[in-house]
């Protein structure tokens, strides 16, 4: 029994010693780590480059944590400004259960070594450059890891291959993320109902969604198979999935009608399926949702009135009903009276009358949308009492009269779009209180009068709009197409925006740029006194009258401009620095103004550079003319733009022709 006692005692001692031994190997794995991403990286470093070389304990180095017995089993270099390929010593870490490389630029293939992380639970290597083939099932492709392995996440890579089977052999596995990839195959996903989020958004799946893939006991919570080239019924049998909170399937080629099983999930709170060919009746089962808070079915097949049930879904915050043929029914449904309702998109439909009066008791709004419909008469006043109200859309109708002055009790406002429509009179003094205001478009109306000096206060101060969005961000959140926010302020037919489209499809991230934008991030520095800050001025093709003021060139930021078919226009323009420098395009049909002789308008002149700042001085009563700020452009700031390129030059021809402009 003694030596017994004695043979345990030193096996005992052996594996103190063999641990201690272990972690001072953790530590040199760490250092070794660390050199090979300062090689790579001279510049612009992460937490790793804090990591001391004299520190004992690997466990107090940034991102690092430990178990009980010293050993590294926690790596988290995310976002850590990682380029290059990946180190290939991760499997040394004999312990290490979760590994987070995640938004980094680390390029080349799966590495090899990933593979042999014996104890690996949690894997993201999400938005790198990674590429290659991910064939077969994850346990062909990481045979050592995946019995232990809960969570991959590989989205926004190059990853390239089919994902049928994928999930199979793996049993503790509950989180695949696959968006963003070139992954295809027919959608044949064997194991799928065991895992309780799967995300595939914007690969190249095809094909129809079999029953089978969600059978009873399905424990799903989130699935997420957007943007890829599935068609077919969606199967009923969804409704196995009893505890799905969301089900986005925006963007594919999906048929007939909205599958009624879903109205027995109960617990659903987000259910995208804009952008296929749905048709029919929205099924009543989906009152049965009564904890839906995000609805779109906007751009399918659905018209005819609003139907009712949509106004018993009593938790929603967003509903985007946009492109399809509604005609009617935003009264009789309810829709206006939901209590919770913080975006509704009513645009693209063939609405028609006086704007309902009933929208101004809609006390939680914040974002609404009604372009692009045969809306008349006026602007009813009673509007100004959405004090709550960010974006407001008009635009495209046939709205007349004037613009109310209550307009001007909208101190939360950010974008204001009334363009074409055939409002009249002057501009109200009141949107001078408009503080918040940085984007206005009232291009194509008869507006007339003077400018109002008012309008200098016009987007001085959007701090407090910001400050309301940066404290509580989920309520920005809209179950949208995503990219739809930005998109609907960024034309089509603009070349000069193109850089912003290509910015937002490469970065795969619309939302999280449209969310920063609304709490005031990765914007120009719009709140400077605007007489400086303008950069694009639009007043074509309405009424204006009186003399260009001189002050016009204290916007010394100013290099696209147009008061064309401005025909009561009169007096000399002035001769000095910013509108010396634009040529006849700015003034067509103009007949009243003239131009010093020793500064013509010059036909070759383009885009001029911005002189320097004068001296500030208090606008005057026509200084400050903004009727178009009509795109300002966010821009991330991964991506540092020396000089952001001007705002554009907006042609009332092409307005006219604006109707590609991208509502998604």
Known sequence: MAVFHHILSAFCQALIIAEVILGHSDKEVLRELKNFLKAQNPINRGAYDTWSETEALPCRLQGVECDAAGRVTYLDLSSSNIAGPSFGNFSRLTRLTHLDLSTNSITGQLHPDLKHCWDLQYLNLSSNLIGGALDGNIRKNFPAICGNLSVITVSNNNLTGRISGLFSGCTKLTDVDLSCNQFTGKAVWEGIEKLTRFKASKNNLTGSIPSSTFPKGCKLQVVDISSNQLSGNFPNSIANCSNLRSLSLWNNSFGGSIPPGIGSIAGLEELVLSSNQFHHKIPLELMNCTNLKFLEISDN??????????????????????????????????????????????????????????????????SLVLAYNNFYRKIPPSYGRLMRLQAFDLSFNSLSGKIPPEIGNLTSLLFLMLAENQLSGEIPREIGNCTSLLWLNLVGNRISGKIPPEMASIGRNPSPTFVKNRSNPSLIKSATSKCLPVYRWVPASYPEFDFVESMMISQKNCLTMWNRLLMGYDILPVTSPLRTALGSLDLSWNNFSGALPSS??????????????????SGKVPNTRQLSTFNEQSFLSDPLLSFHSSVAPNPHSNDNQPSSYGTEKHPTNEEITVLVITFLVCFSATFVIRELQSFVYLYHVALRKITNCRYL
């Open 552 to 569: 016009l060139d204290k916007l010394s930021k100013l290099s696209k401009f147009n008061v064309s078919y401005n025909p009561l226009l």
């Open 301 to 366: 097949n659905f018209g005819g009135e609003v139907q009712q049930v949509l106004g018993k879904l009593t938790s929603l915050k967003s509903l985007a009903l946009q492109e399809n043929n509604y005609s009617g029914g935003i009264v009789s449904s309810g829709i206006l009276q939901l209590p919770n309702l913080i975006f509704l998109d009513l645009s693209f439909n063939r609405f028609s009358g006086k704007l309902p009066s009933e929208i101004a008791s809609m006390m939680s709004i914040e």
